[in-house]
Nanobody
Framework: QVQPVESGGGLVQAGGSLRLSCAASGRTLSNYNMGWFRQAPGKEREFVAAVTWGGGRTYYAESMKGRFTISRDNAKNTVYLQMNSLKPEDTAVYYC???????????????????WGQGTQVTVSS
């Protein structure tokens, strides 16, 4: 199995940028479609973005389109989430998750992802 490990979170002012990284121990990430989710206090975990195993297709939650960019470098076994124009409502714990590439369900569904990281905190101050 693969174990995603997130990094790159922190405190940033509104309008700023952060880049999150998701590396993996164990198996290579190139066998998996990858997603980013986030969970704010008192709220359900929500979909942020996903990328197919080869990087050819990306998917975004509507509120993140144009601000967030998901990408992957399979040679480095790493997935990235570039976040620009951050808003206080983007404050959350961000999770990286791996999904078997033969799954055919919705990319935004948490139950489609078999492996999850521990999360990295992103705090956006106003």
């Amino acid at each position: 199995q693969v174990q995603p490990v997130e990094s790159g979170g922190g405190l940033v002012q509104a309008g700023g940028s952060l880049r999150l990284s998701c590396a993996a121990s164990g198996r290579t990430l190139s066998n998996y479609n990858m997603g980013w989710f986030r969970q704010a206090p008192g709220k359900e975990r929500e979909f942020v973005a996903a990328v197919t195993w080869g990087g050819g297709r990306t998917y975004y939650a509507e509120s993140m389109k144009g601000r967030f960019t998901i990408s992957r470098d399979n040679a480095k076994n790493t997935v990235y989430l570039q976040m620009n124009s951050l808003k206080p409502e983007d404050t959350a714990v961000y999770y990286c998750a791996a999904r078997y590439n033969y799954y055919s369900g919705a990319y935004y569904a948490t139950d489609q992802y078999a492996y999850w990281g521990q999360g990295t905190q992103v705090t956006v101050s106003s």
